[in-house]
């Protein structure tokens, strides 16, 4: 499942990756993590305010759709690719 959208030049992305899929770094009030990738999960902190937005309710409901919802990692994963990820989220900010 691969989503592509135009890339917005100059939007700033306010994700916050970390670097381990292991690590286990508090998520600030407001946002929830998610993991992203088709064989090497990323951990993204994102705030709650996507989850309003229908492009990402979309990617949500097609993900549980395909995948199911049973995440061993202990958080939402999302089988994308990181690019078209941070695409989706990047345009969400900028509307």
Same mark, same amino acid.
């Given at each position: 499942? &691969? @989503?592509?959208?135009?890339?917005?030049?100059?939007?700033?992305?306010?994700?916050?990756?970390?670097?381990?899929?292991?690590?286990?770094?508090? &998520?600030?009030? +407001?946002?929830?993590?998610?993991? &992203?990738?088709?064989?090497? !999960? !990323?951990?993204?902190? &994102?705030?709650?305010?996507?989850?309003?937005?229908?492009?990402?309710? !979309?990617?949500?409901?097609?993900? +549980?759709?395909? @995948? +199911?919802?049973?995440?061993?990692? +202990?958080?939402?994963?999302?089988?994308?690719?990181?690019?078209?990820?941070?695409?989706?989220?990047?345009?969400?900010?900028?509307?």
């Amino acid at each position: 499942m &691969v @989503f592509r959208l135009p890339r917005i030049a100059n939007a700033k992305p306010s994700l916050k990756r970390t670097l381990s899929s292991s690590e286990t770094t508090a &998520v600030p009030k +407001g946002h929830f993590a998610v993991y &992203v990738g088709e064989a090497a !999960k !990323k951990r993204f902190v &994102v705030p709650i305010s996507f989850l309003k937005h229908l492009s990402f309710q !979309k990617l949500l409901s097609e993900t +549980g759709e395909e @995948f +199911g919802f049973n995440h061993p990692m +202990g958080a939402l994963t999302i089988p994308c690719s990181e690019e078209a990820f941070i695409d989706l989220t990047c345009n969400l900010q900028c509307s």
